[in-house]
Nanobody, 120 residues
Framework: QVQLVESGGGLVQTGGSLRLSCAASGRTYSASSMGWFRQAPGKEREFVSAINWSGGATLYADSVKGRFTISRDNSNDTVNLQMNSLQPEDTAVYYC?????????????WGKGTLVTVSS
């Protein structure tokens, strides 16, 4: 089993940046594809970004492409999401996940999430 703990959320103004981190523990982490998902108030959870085990392949939702960058550091068991040019519609709870499928990206293990609020 993998345990995931997200951090880095907070309140930011429109156009600002935040960097989310996900600390993973468990022996399967380094061999797993990882992803970020988000859930806005009153909406279903949606895919944001994914990265394969080596970091050599990435996926992005169209809504964040060009603004968000996913990365991982297998030596520190972390996955990061750099979020730039944030917009009010990016407001959501962001979840880190170990993926069970790549396309479509589906989570297998989940963190508890970190809240991102973008003020207009």
């Amino acid at each position: 089993q993998v345990q995931l703990v997200e951090s880095g959320g907070g309140l930011v103004q429109t156009g600002g940046s935040l960097r989310l981190s996900c600390a993973a523990s468990g022996r399967t982490y380094s061999a797993s594809s990882m992803g970020w998902f988000r859930q806005a108030p009153g909406k279903e959870r949606e895919f944001v970004s994914a990265i394969n085990w080596s970091g050599g392949a990435t996926l992005y939702a169209d809504s964040v492409k060009g603004r968000f960058t996913i990365s991982r550091d297998n030596s520190n068991d972390t996955v990061n999401l750099q979020m730039n040019s944030l917009q009010p519609e990016d407001t959501a709870v962001y979840y880190c996940a170990v993926l069970k499928t790549w396309l479509p990206a589906q989570g297998l293990y989940w963190g508890k999430g970190t809240l991102v609020t973008v003020s207009s």
